[in-house]
């Protein structure tokens, strides 16, 4: 009898936990600028640090990549946050090879790898510019028996007005439009990327949103219209951050809604994955209608949600702003993000000479390993716990700033400054 009611026990605990498992994933999209060759704002990579480690994306992807090199740059930004993030394999736009073949602008994707497995990329070649397409698996209890997939699609459509321009982005979004046509209808797809489009009209966006597609993209903000130059839809306006010459990029101020993240219509109400109502942002973006024609760091722009730190660093780093949205599962990830916070931490001072010392809970022991990496995001030393208190030998670092992670458990890095 004792034995039957456990087991019964058991049993309705595991279907609570199913019946109230939900995940959420947030994900950003942001024109890097010519990243890493477009210098004119000296070390811009802190400001873009400062965004990244403000929001953690558990998706980061990204146009206007040059090379190989800022692909690593910012990977290694990102595991100074959280030492789980990895990338795709940078690939070189390959759709200019008739036209240029400059290989100048690229996108990219990024990912927490205790959230997501990436199990395939591929290219969609057009006239002008590649689109980048990743396809992810969700890291969930039941992804053997029941794989949740998400298909992530990233690109450049060709930039400036004019009926020419227009007819590019066109014929780009047909490209795309025939390769998605052998998709399953109930694909999960994330399309995210400078559109570059003024208004809805546009042919281009609305072949996206065509009923009659195979699949037809939605637009989670629900903020279709006419963008350009209309204080209406300054919510949603992603460029120009800036007014003044100097800095690269394009400057005008805010007025145009270029930088999208859109998805299938079915993660429209799709309970294993779908976006959140009403999540979809700009990063960057207090609202403000006296924003419009301004820089993106004036007084004009403030409002409660994005300080002037926050809205100083974006104007630095990108004549864009970044655009969020966040989607939910109710499925349980097989591998849980504990926060263990005041956990573990630093005894004494965090200015050290030869050790560092560490006190770890007891219930984390022989449970938890620690990863101590440099300012470049490289791995300089790991370490077992199997103690309450640790020595980490410092003797042999070279004087700078250091950052302690786990693969296991996310937390806010500790960080620690060797000074020898």
């Avoid at 000296?42 to 994306?57: F, G, I, M, T």
């Avoid at 209406?232 to 270029?258: E, H, K, L, N």
């Avoid at 440099?374 to 020595?391: A, C, E, M, S, Y």
């Amino acid at each position: 009898m004792i034995k039957k009611l456990y087991l019964f026990t058991v049993a309705c605990a595991l279907m609570f936990q199913s019946l109230s498992a939900q995940e959420n994933f947030k994900l950003m999209f942001y024109n890097v600028l010519n990243f890493p060759l477009e210098d004119a704002v000296p070390n811009r990579l802190q400001y873009l640090e400062l965004v990244l480690n403000d929001y953690r994306p558990d998706l980061f992807m990204v146009c206007e990549l040059n090379n190989e090199t800022g692909a690593n740059t910012i990977l290694s930004s990102l595991q100074g946050i959280n030492s789980d993030y990895r990338s795709a394999a940078f690939e070189l736009n390959t759709s200019d090879d008739t036209i240029s073949n400059q290989n100048d602008l690229q996108q990219l994707l990024y990912y927490d790898s205790s959230k997501f497995s990436l199990e395939s990329q591929n290219i969609v070649t057009t006239i002008f510019r590649d689109f980048n397409h990743y396809k992810l698996k969700l890291n969930t209890i039941s992804q053997a028996t029941n794989p949740i997939i998400i298909d992530v699609i990233v690109c450049h459509l060709k930039a400036s007005s004019g009926t020419a321009n227009q007819a590019s982005r066109l014929e780009m979004i047909e490209d795309l439009i025939i390769y998605l046509d052998t998709f399953p209808l109930d694909s999960n797809i994330v399309l995210a990327g400078d559109f570059n489009v003024y208004t809805n009209s546009e042919p281009a966006f609305q072949r996206l949103v065509d009923t009659s597609n195979a699949i037809t993209f939605i637009d989670p903000a629900d903020r279709i219209g006419s963008w350009h130059n209309n204080t209406s839809y300054i919510d949603v306006m992603t460029q120009s951050t800036r007014t003044q010459t100097g800095f690269g990029g394009s400057t005008g101020g805010f007025d145009d809604r270029f930088d999208f993240i859109m998805t299938s219509t079915n993660m429209l109400s799709n309970p294993e994955l779908s976006f959140i109502n009403n999540s979809y942002k700009v990063y960057g973006n207090n609202a403000n209608v006296q924003c419009y024609n301004q820089s993106i760091n004036s007084s004009d722009c403030a409002g409660a949600d994005y300080s002037f730190t926050i809205r100083d660093a974006l104007h630095n780093f990108s004549d864009h702003l970044p655009v969020t949205l966040e989607l939910q599962t109710n499925q349980s990830l097989s591998l849980k993000n504990v926060l263990i916070e005041d956990n573990i931490i630093i005894l004494g001072t965090n200015s050290v000479d030869n050790i560092l010392k560490l006190k770890i809970k007891a219930s984390l022991q022989n449970s938890l390993s620690l990863s101590v990496f440099n300012n470049l995001g490289q791995v300089i030393k790991t370490i077992d716990v199997n103690n309450t208190i640790i020595h980490i030998d410092t003797s042999q670092f070279a004087n700078g700033i250091y950052y302690i992670t786990s693969s296991k458990f996310q937390f806010k890095p500790l960080k620690f400054v060797v000074t020898h």
